[in-house]
């Protein structure tokens, strides 16, 4: 019978895919050859065994004097042949060492390593030589599981789910526990649970089928591990974690899952549409609710057929869209679902909610053209024009705001559901004009009206001068510095119209100055300009004259007369 040595000695080291490197000289053979360098041990079931044989040609005069693995204390065990410990042969020996691997519960299941080192000595005094060969094997269970994992996919929340896994041990093992670990993503309660196990289990070298359940009350991924314990002896066992996965999803059903009410509903309308709700397992509808966007809540819920106590059922529920703003909307419609006997209030610690989307856009109750040109009058002079506002049955035009100046707006004259808003042009400017008007629809209502603002009309006209004026321009030439000059402009107003000689309005570096005399209304005015030049060179300056009405009074000033001069010495 071959022994075993666990005694390692401190000796020259040499790996055998290295001998060539240390070989001896040629009057001297190497001390050993090894027949390999490696040995793969394969699978093995815990507590089993298997080997394999190294050869070892020893030159005349050597012996083997340990076989030992590394590191030490594992699965890897050595045994020599008698013949390996001979030191009375003058001839060379071959010898074998038995490389064993016996995987034991200490160091688990899986690949493992180690090192053969072969201690080669002479038979007299002198230095050992090592030779190290690799080993490897890898570790199973002492029987067999099918299959290695259990996944469960996705299932509803708290509707249970059962798959198998058939286990069987070697000839004299036993099962020792057989249980779940806790959850590694923690539920409460727990996620997975061994529901059964079979007489088999209980029996050494037994087939045994375990069931196990997933329930998973909480939405989500899952994740556990059933514990088997493969034992050889009471206290003697190695364990096994088979990975459990499962996804819980909603315990119920909404449909549709996005509710659209439309793009165009009218402020102060209502639009409704179903809502249905499945419980697909052993849960009861605890709550219905809906929630709006940032702009506010335009929706609402109201049950149809009501869902009652636990278990499989249907219910339905009526969705309504009653906007109040002129806006786009998004909402969500949810159901807060509990497990019989769940006290979730405040914390809804085991209750969960399934929802489903809500959107709709509303649009004024009304319309009015966006734009009202009123087209050319003189300052003073008015044209109206009718702006026609159209709008849903109930509701009523407030008014329309009235711009400053040039434009305003009348009282509506309503009939049915149109008024007829006057608008008014009045310029008291010259040139382009516009403003907006923006028309405000009222709806009464419980304690305050609902309003909405429609679109901006935009509003436009152009008013001309109730005046003419010549010349335009005055250039009065060159000019000595020591001296003046004086030129005349005209200013003939319409009827009813005057020149105002109390504003006086003529710019130009200190250069000019003008008159404006009282003239009487519709008389044609003469304004002298007068340029005395304040420095060489030329001078640019201006004349506004303004213009009023004696009835209305209002003032209009008119196109300016450009003014030029050049100052000589």
Known sequence: ?????????????????????????????????????????????????????????????????????????????????????????????????????EPVETNGLGNQTATLRITVCPNGPGACTQYDVAARGSARIPGSLSPNALDFGKHPAGVPTTLSISLKTDPGVFFGDIANLPDLSPANP????????????VQAGATCVVMVTFNGTDIGLRQDSLTVEYCKAVDVCSLVNVPLFGTATAPATVSPTATKFGTKVHVGASVTKTVTVKVLGDWHVESASTTGDLGGNPFTQDWISDC???????????????????????????????????????????????????????????????????????????????????????????????????F??????????????PVNFDPEHIGALSDTITVTLCKPMAG??????????????????????????????????????????????????YLDSTTEHTDGPGAYTALFPSCSAGASCPVSVTFAPPHLGTSVGRSIPRVCNEGSGICVRLSEVKLTGKGKP
């Open 1 to 101: 019978m071959g022994r075993r040595f666990w005694i390692a000695l401190v000796t020259t080291l040499i790996p055998v895919t290295a001998l060539s490197a240390l070989a001896a000289s040629p009057a001297e053979a190497a001390p050993a050859k090894i027949s390999a360098s490696s040995v793969n041990l394969g699978a093995v079931h815990m507590w089993q065994t298997a080997a394999k044989d190294v050869t070892v040609t020893l030159s005349p005069g050597y012996h083997v004097g340990t076989a030992t693995n590394i590191p030490l204390g594992s699965d890897f065990h050595s045994s020599l042949s008698d013949s390996c410990f001979d030191q009375s042969s003058t001839a060379s020996i071959k010898c074998v060492v038995t490389e064993s691997f």
């Open 448 to 497: 305050d009206d609902l309003c909405v603002e429609l679109p901006p009309v935009s509003v436009t006209g152009t008013g001309t001068a109730p005046a003419t004026t010549r010349p335009t321009s005055l250039s009065f030439g060159s000019v000595r510095l020591t001296q003046a000059k004086t030129l005349v402009y005209t200013v003939t107003p319409d009827p009813g119209w």
């Open 408 to 421: 305003n707006v009348g009282e509506c004259t309503s009939v049915g559901n149109q008024c007829a808003l």
């Open 308 to 406: 009652d106590g636990n278990g499989p059922q249907t219910c339905t529920y009526a969705a309504t869209y009653s906007p109040t703003k002129i806006r786009t909307s998004t909402g969500t419609f949810r159901v807060t679902l509990c497990p019989p006997g769940s006290d979730w209030w405040p914390f809804e610690i085991e209750c969960t909610t399934v929802s489903a989307g809500l959107g709709g856009a509303s649009v004024a109750p009304g319309t009015s053209p966006t734009s009202l040109k009123m087209g050319t009058t003189k300052a003073g002079t008015r044209i109206s024009k009718t702006l026609t506002v159209t709008h849903d049955p109930g509701w009523f035009v407030y008014g329309g705001t009235n711009p400053d100046g040039d």
């Open 190 to 201: 727990p996620s997975f649970v061994v529901s059964d196990v079979g007489a088999g289990c």
